[in-house]
């Protein structure tokens, strides 16, 4: 199965009404390693276990796939089990006399494999909905891996994947993270090795690999709806027990298919929300979930003024750290494309935080300063 195919399986799984029509992000298997993974775990739960524990965690696995109904060659597949028939043959016999005349092996057909992907959908929370949808291989018992990433097998160690391997939630943003459910485990976005931090799905498509296994992550058709807002917000109310206010979850809409604009370590998550005389605002957001303003100015060659700009606003945020106050400005970092000043006009960004969706002037009209502070 290429690429081409794998996408049109899980565009497909996605249309309204369909298994998948309300899913908020899809993995869907990238590798060889991945498409042989998951294959096998809709394998195995093409029979019902009679045994309880088993079947409990096949009920809980299929909640987060979608499989299809038939199966596909796939080469890659193929070459790959070769490749360890013939490591483990070669293992096993180096102790036999060769044959003087050892007689052509018949090239089998492709394996075909049970194609689709995994899901998360905010009507099918997790096992443990505040610590997030799980991901790993196969488990038992009280603390059942929502996404089995694979089984137990004779080439499980080609896979990489650990029992806890990872955890996928709804971040405050109300974006998806990824986090590394332990020091051990090898998982990689958009090849950086998630350790400790979380990593903000900030793109509407990204590569995530857990140990061998990688993926394409990206948010489904339903998360770029009209209605998800309001469902995002209703989660994250009411599962995650979080207060949201529906003008911020504006400021971190779910990722635009058509591209991301990066600024450094920033990814901008909406237009311009702000402009005047000095430059428009935009928001960003990093991979740890951090929310900016981006104030974008169009410099000459001459930039002393700036380093007044610069020390007012350090100043201003010493004096917010010292007297507790969150509500006044911070800069964070200057970004410019011409750190030279070699070109006769440059971009610089004044990163800033807080962002937030209010201005003073709203803040005003919404009655939320006091009598005297809009002097």
């Known amino acids: 199965m290429d690429h081409s195919s794998s996408q049109g399986t899980a565009e497909d799984g996605t249309l309204p009404g369909s298994e998948a029509g309300e899913a908020t992000v899809l993995l869907v298997p990238e590798n060889a390693e991945a498409r042989l993974a998951f294959s096998e775990v809709a394998e195995w739960l093409q029979k019902q276990s009679e045994v309880p524990a088993i079947r409990e965690a096949q009920d809980h696995a299929r909640k987060y796939m979608c499989i299809s109904s038939n199966q596909e060659p796939d080469a890659e597949a193929t070459s790959l089990m070769r490749r360890l028939a013939g490591d483990l043959s070669s293992c096993s016999s180096v102790s036999l006399p060769r044959s003087p005349s050892p007689s052509p092996i018949p090239l089998e057909p492709d394996l075909e494999l049970w194609t689709g992907f995994y899901y998360l959908a905010l009507d099918r929370p997790p096992q443990q909905p505040l610590r997030g949808w799980t991901a790993g291989i196969l488990r038992h018992g009280n603390s059942l891996n929502d996404l089995v990433l694979c089984l137990r097998s004779a080439i499980d160690f080609v896979y990489g994947v ?7 939630q709804i971040h405050s943003t109300g974006l ?11 998982t990689y976005v958009n090849g950086n090795r998630v350790s400790g931090q979380i990593h903000l799905l900030n793109e509407a498509t990204m590569t995530v690999t857990f140990g061998a296994l990688r993926y394409r992550a990206e948010y489904a058709r339903f ?7 309001a469902r995002l917000h209703r989660y994250l109310r009411e599962v995650l027990g979080s207060q949201p206010s529906h003008s911020m979850l504006t400021l971190t809409p779910t990722p635009s298919e058509s591209g991301s604009i990066k600024v450094g370590q920033w990814t901008l998550t909406t237009g311009t929300i702000g402009s005047g005389a000095a430059g428009r605002v935009s928001v960003g957001v990093n991979s740890r979930g951090q929310l900016v303003a981006l104030k974008r100015m169009i410099v000459g060659r001459d930039r002393a003024g700036l380093h007044q700009i610069r020390q007012r ?17 911070r800069l964070v ?3 410019t494309d011409d750190d030279q000043g070699a070109n006769r006009t440059a971009d610089l960004w004044f990163v800033l935080e807080p962002a937030v969706a209010d201005t003073l002037g709203s803040l005003v009209v919404k009655g939320h300063l006091a009598t005297g502070d809009e002097r």
Do not use: C
């Open 162 to 168: 650990r029992r806890h391997q990872a955890i996928l």
């Open 176 to 186: 998806l993270y990824v986090q590394t459910a332990s020091a051990r485990a090898s």
């Open 223 to 229: 998360a770029h709806s009209e209605s998800y807002p």
């Open 313 to 329: 606003l350090e100043t201003l945020g010493s004096l917010a750290a010292s007297h507790d106050e969150p509500r006044l400005l």
């Open 333 to 335: 970092e200057m970004i």
